[in-house]
């Protein structure tokens, strides 16, 4: 078996997703490929150790929680993620995957619910949105904006328009913490008619911001 370069695992309440609220075992990946100006996740670029899948499978199991998320980072980055994600399934864990969509999804195990960004000129990083990755959800899987101000969310309905996106699966959009107030974010949803759901990051609301582990 591999191993992984592990940030942290950790127990918490769901903080995104349509599984908010719900709580979740966290095995945050070291490494990431991108440089999202608001990125909240910057110490997982390069702090972690080593693990074992059996290892990582020990420490999950730890928390009595059916609930997995796999997150970054950039979870894809390392390749044995694809081995961890399938071990985790075949053991009765419902895995959940955030990715930043600018590597491929293809051969990720179906019993995976990926949640995948597209990145927004605001984060700086659009230009590495991989869009073929686009044709690889599945309507259990979730795509996810994260909105700084209203050129990204023009930008974003643009997409969601050009790539028939309503209907394929969840569309989610998410205010960057502390740059955008939600209420900009929710009458800009309104006003745009577009099958969307909003989402706040609400780990953010119960802790300090800046708390990790949580």
């Keep these: 078996m591999k191993n ?9 309440i769901q903080g995104e997703s349509t599984h908010m609220g719900k709580p979740c075992v966290f095995v945050r990946l070291t490494f990431c490929n991108l440089r999202c100006v608001w990125c909240d996740t910057a110490y997982a670029f390069e702090e972690g150790v080593p693990m074992s899948i059996e290892q990582i499978l020990d420490a999950v199991a730890v928390y009595h929680c059916k609930l997995v998320e ?6 894809l980055a390392q390749m044995g993620v694809h081995e961890l994600m399938s071990t985790l399934c075949d053991r009765g864990y419902t895995v959940l995957l955030e990715t930043s969509g600018s590597i ?3 051969g990720i195990d179906q019993r995976v619910q990926i ?20 044709d690889l959800l599945r309507p ?17 309905v643009t997409v969601v328009r050009q790539f028939g996106l309503e209907g394929r ?20 949803l309104l006003e745009s008619g577009i099958a969307a759901r909003m989402q706040l990051q609400i780990h953010k609301y119960i802790w300090e911001p800046e708390t990790r582990g949580v």
Excluded at 140 to 156: G, I, P, Q, R, T
């Design 169 to 188: 699966c969840p569309v989610l959009f998410s205010p960057v913490f502390g740059e955008l107030q939600p209420v900009r974010l929710a009458e800009w």
């Design 104 to 106: 491929s999804i293809r």
């Design 140 to 156: 259990s899987d979730e795509l996810k904006f994260v909105v700084a101000d209203k050129n990204d969310f023009d930008w974003a």
């Design 4 to 12: 992984l370069i592990v940030n942290e695992i950790f127990y918490s």
């Design 115 to 134: 949640i995948m960004d597209i990145k927004c000129p605001g984060s700086d990083m659009a230009k590495h949105n991989l869009w073929e990755n686009i």
């Design 70 to 75: 796999i997150t970054g980072g950039e979870p």
